[in-house]
């Protein structure tokens, strides 16, 4: 039976490293990384403020004490 599989031998009879795979650029995803961050703070910054505790002026119903 003949062996189907490629020599993985160059002529030269070094092996044959594989061909690099192109890197992606990482910098799209940090930037993109960034400005979401940047406009969450933003919101929260714009939006996330405390309101000023108001007192509650009502007059609340206490049931009779029993004496």
């Excluded at 003949?2 to 910098?27: I, K, M, V, Y």
């Excluded at 108001?54 to 206490?62: G, K, M, S, W």
Aim: no cysteine; glycine share 8%.
């Amino acid at each position: 039976m003949a062996n189907l599989r490629r020599s993985r031998l160059s002529p030269s009879g070094l092996q044959e490293a594989p061909a690099p795979t192109p890197r992606r650029p990482r910098w799209p995803w940090v930037a993109g990384g960034l400005i979401v961050l940047l406009l969450g703070i933003a919101l929260a910054w714009f939006d996330g403020g405390e309101e000023p505790l108001r007192p509650i002026a009502e007059d609340v119903a206490l049931p009779e004490q029993a004496h």
